[in-house]
């Protein structure tokens, strides 16, 4: 008679809305146990994230982790170990946006942006591989502002996102040794809480006519960022690392008219 397969763990940050939640939901259906981290300070429920695992048959548990520190990104991969017993998976998805024109970007709004979406990430994998005992998994959430394009009033976000990049190309030698494979996924436009922002993103009509240049014609959906960091998280991706995926319906790839 066959074992049954041992349930993977994973932990997420961002994981109260967004990518980060519909990753936790796409983990459930995969049998991987999550922990998902959220800033006291954001808006969205993590309680929602915990509800919606449970009803696709996962098990969930969600922690204050600011990852602007290193206080939250360790608390966050201990306690994956001490509720499961173990950590294999590490999706660094929170992150903050702010439009700022180079004229108006201080020093703060530079240091600040970076602290998250850059060095969070770090912190993040940092805390998480430390815990990882066998073959893992880290799997970065960057932009296709920085990761591909150029976004004006945007340097800060951008820079950081192109950074994360390098960041998982480095860590995928690094790593390698230990069994521990790094990628990242780079989202299109996609349709969350952050894109919907009309004074930081696009906002709903922005989003709306960006689609119109898709060659898919509409902008995507968080299910399907997940879906790609589920591939590239799971053992069927055992040989990808240190790579890019970009999920963007088709965007980077079209020839303007």
């Given at each position: ?81 001490d509720t499961y017993g173990g950590l294999d998976i590490a999706v660094a998805a929170a ?11 201080s020093d703060a709004a530079w240091e600040g942006m970076l602290g998250v979406d850059l ?139």
């Open positions: 008679m066959t074992e049954p397969a041992q349930r993977r763990v994973a932990v997420i940050t961002g994981g109260a809305s967004g990518i980060g939640r519909a990753t936790a939901v796409a983990f459930a259906a995969a049998g991987v146990d999550t922990v998902i981290g959220f800033h006291s300070a954001d808006p969205h429920d993590p309680g929602r994230t915990v509800a919606a695992v449970a009803a696709a048959g996962g098990r969930c548990v969600a922690v204050e982790a600011d990852v602007a520190g290193s206080a939250g990104p360790e608390r966050l991969a201990q306690a994956a170990v992150g903050i946006l702010r439009r700022a024109p180079l004229a108006d970007l060095t969070g990430v770090m912190r993040t994998f940092r805390s998480a591989a430390a815990r990882m005992t066998g073959p893992g998994a880290l799997l970065a959430v960057s932009s296709i502002a920085g990761g591909v394009y150029g976004w004006g009033d945007h340097a800060h976000y951008a820079a950081a996102k192109a950074g994360v990049l390098g960041l998982v190309r480095s860590l995928a030698v690094e790593l390698a040794p230990r069994g521990i494979r790094a990628n990242s996924v780079i989202p299109g436009l996609i349709e969350t809480p952050q894109s919907l922002d009309e004074h930081n993103s696009l906002g709903p009509e922005g989003l709306r006519a960006a689609g119109a240049a898709i060659p898919a014609g509409r902008v995507g959906r968080p299910e399907e960022v997940a879906a790609a960091i589920r591939f590239l998280c799971a053992p069927e991706a055992s040989y990808i690392t240190g790579q890019e995926l970009i999920v963007d319906g088709g965007l980077t790839v079209r020839f303007p008219d």
